[in-house]
């Protein structure tokens, strides 16, 4: 079992559509959750994080974590096409590195 | 304004060479990292820093190596380059251990 799962995709939405990503862990003692955008040929940028079981939202962002079920999403409300990206979803585990899932990659379909 | 830079940003090289690639940050940041980045694979920790004279190996460290001799570099170093080592190479650092990570914008490495 890897360690951060995510599914590859693509997953595919319409403009204007809200796009669920979703992320599970293996560590019960993880920490600390982030999600990163990263587009084709640049590098991982920070949009979310969060560290406490329930929602938190920025903008048309909403991180979204359950410990108990072990699992962390984000939610992309109105999406639009410039969000057509790869999300990745990172962990701190117990040992406090952070363990990146592979990614989930976002088609927004204009 | 504070930033990690890297470079070169692309790096052709032929197998058996010594490569160095660069990572410099201007946030103080005592803690510094260096992934690599496959199709399939995501991003994989090669070693990592939690200060000066602080290196550890991640979990794809086999051919690499880093020293840390001050606090806004680590550079990662290829002994042999292999074919098997042509990938894109992130740098990060951040404040906190386990905490967000900030990267740089990546070398793109080709050994033939």
């Known amino acids: 079992q890897k360690e951060v799962e995510q599914n590859s995709g693509p997953l595919s939405v319409p403009e204007g559509a809200i796009a669920s990503l979703n992320c599970t862990y293996s560590?019960?003692?993880?920490?600390?959750f982030f999600w990163y955008r990263q587009y084709s040929g640049k590098s991982p940028e920070l949009i979310m994080f969060?560290?406490?079981?329930g929602d938190k939202e920025d903008g048309r962002f909403t991180a979204q974590l359950n410990k108990a079920s072990q699992y962390v999403s984000l939610l992309i409300r109105d999406s639009q096409p410039s969000d057509s990206a790869t999300y990745l979803c990172a962990v701190t585990p117990s040992s406090y590195k952070l363990i990146f899932g592979s990614g989930t990659r976002l088609l927004v379909r204009p | 304004d504070a930033e990690i830079t890297q470079s070169p940003r692309h790096k052709i090289t032929e197998t058996g060479r010594q490569v160095t690639l660069a990572c410099h940050q201007t946030?103080?940041?005592?803690?510094m990292f260096w992934y690599r980045q496959d199709l399939g694979h995501g991003l994989r920790l090669i070693h990592y820093s939690y200060g000066v004279q602080d290196t550890n190996k991640g979990e794809v460290s086999d051919g690499y190596s880093v020293s840390r001799s001050n606090t806004e570099d680590l550079p990662l170093t290829l002994e042999s380059a292999a074919s098997s080592q042509t990938s894109v190479y992130f740098c990060?650092?951040?404040?906190?251990?386990?905490?967000?990570?900030?990267f740089g914008a990546g070398t793109r490495l080709s050994v033939l």
């Open positions: 560590d019960r003692g993880s920490q600390s």
């Open positions: 946030w103080n940041h005592n803690n």
């Open positions: 990060a650092s951040s404040e906190r251990r386990g905490d967000i990570q900030y």
């Open positions: 969060i560290y406490s079981n």
